[in-house]
């Protein structure tokens, strides 16, 4: 099984920052990783695939980098609705997705 | 408008039995790959099952095989999940959710259904 691993598990920012988050795995999943996105209550939402394509309607603060082991999503400009929970997944072992834990926005 | 409506969620006695189903809307069903992902109340995703376009191919994860059971009625444009032997680590919102493409992520999700496993 691939173990994939976020950091950080919280991060408490200000609306208006630069945030950047971290998504590790245990073995080269290539470019075979996406972000989601996760509000309270709601159903996760596609953020980025193929570790740097945005979705349909992902505004162009999200960016996605990466490859191999070690991916980023960096969030440009804070707005408070970004505020959510923000997985990562890989699906290099397709159809057996694995998911980080999450990093969860909160406000500063 | 892309719509994915899960229900059949329900309180349930461990050892017990449960099926989930998934209305889908908006899109050609029988064109997509499904899968069923879960959360416990307060942690993270975990993939559960997928199922092929013609419902003939299917994986689970190691913490539901031989229990579970994914199914697909194309002409229905429903998704199916069968639930035997509950445990109460089995408590989660289900969620339904369609691959973008094949070997894709999920870019569609439904709401979530809740299944609580409990005496």
């Known amino acids: ?108 | 408008e892309v719509q994915l409506v899960e229900s059949g969620g329900a309180l349930v006695q461990p050892g017990g039995s449960l099926r989930l189903s998934c209305a889908a809307s908006g899109f050609t069903f029988s064109s997509f790959e499904m899968n069923w992902v879960r959360q416990a109340p307060g942690k993270g995703l975990e993939w559960v099952s997928f199922i092929g376009t013609t419902g003939s191919t299917t994986y689970y994860a190691d913490s539901v095989e031989g229990r579970f059971t994914i199914s697909r009625d194309n002409a229905k444009n429903s998704l199916y999940l069968q639930m035997n032997s509950l445990r109460v680590e089995d408590t989660a919102v289900y969620y339904c959710a369609r691959e973008r493409a094949s070997g894709s992520p999920l870019d569609y999700w439904g709401q979530g259904t809740l299944v609580t496993v409990s005496s």
């Open chain 1, 1 to 108: 099984e691939i173990v994939v691993t976020q950091s950080p598990v919280t991060l408490s920012v200000s609306p208006g920052e630069r945030v950047t988050l971290s998504c590790r795995a245990s073995q080269s999943v290539s470019s075979h990783l996406a972000w989601y996105q996760q509000k309270p209550g709601q159903a996760p939402r596609l953020l980025i695939y193929g570790a740097s394509t945005r979705a349909t309607g992902i505004p162009a603060r999200f960016v996605g980098s990466g490859s191999g082991t070690e991916f980023t999503l960096t969030i440009s400009s804070l707005q408070s609705e970004d505020l959510a929970v923000y997985y990562c997944q890989q699906y290099n072992k397709w159809p057996m997705y694995t998911f980080g834990q999450g990093t969860k926005l909160e406000i500063k």
